[in-house]
Nanobody, 122 residues
Framework: QVQLVESGGGLVQAGGSLRLSCTAS????????MGWYRQAPGKEREFVTR????????YYADSVKGRFVVSRDNAKNTVYLQMNSLKPEDTAIYYC???????????????WGPGTQVTVSS
């Protein structure tokens, strides 16, 4: 059973930065893409970013392009999300997962972790 644990969230002012981490334990999928998703109150979970196993291919939602950077360390079974120039609309719980399918028609490979709360004040 794979377990995902996200960390690094917190309260930050608009324009600030945060770095999220997500570590997988148990049986992992070393060749699978990993992605970050977020869910704001009253909204559906949405795609934020995705990286291939090698990190050579990355994809970003238009809303975060140019501000967020995804990276991964396969030796540590960890994926990171560097978030810069944060906006109040980035406030959400952030989740990571191993991902299959295309960017637009994706599916997750393991149960979601607890996520990490990011709150951006104006």
């Amino acid at each position: 059973q794979v377990q995902l644990v996200e960390s690094g969230g917190g309260l930050v002012q608009a324009g600030g930065s945060l770095r999220l981490s997500c570590t997988a334990s148990g049986r992992t999928f070393s060749s699978a893409d990993m992605g970050w998703y977020r869910q704001a109150p009253g909204k559906e979970r949405e795609f934020v970013t995705r990286t291939s196993w090698s990190g050579g291919s990355t994809y970003y939602a238009d809303s975060v392009k140019g501000r967020f950077v995804v990276s991964r360390d396969n030796a540590k079974n960890t994926v990171y999300l560097q978030m810069n120039s944060l906006k109040p609309e980035d406030t959400a719980i952030y989740y990571c997962n191993f991902v299959g399918g295309s960017v637009s028609r994706w599916y997750v490979l393991v149960p979601w972790g607890p996520g990490t709360q990011v709150t951006v004040s104006s």
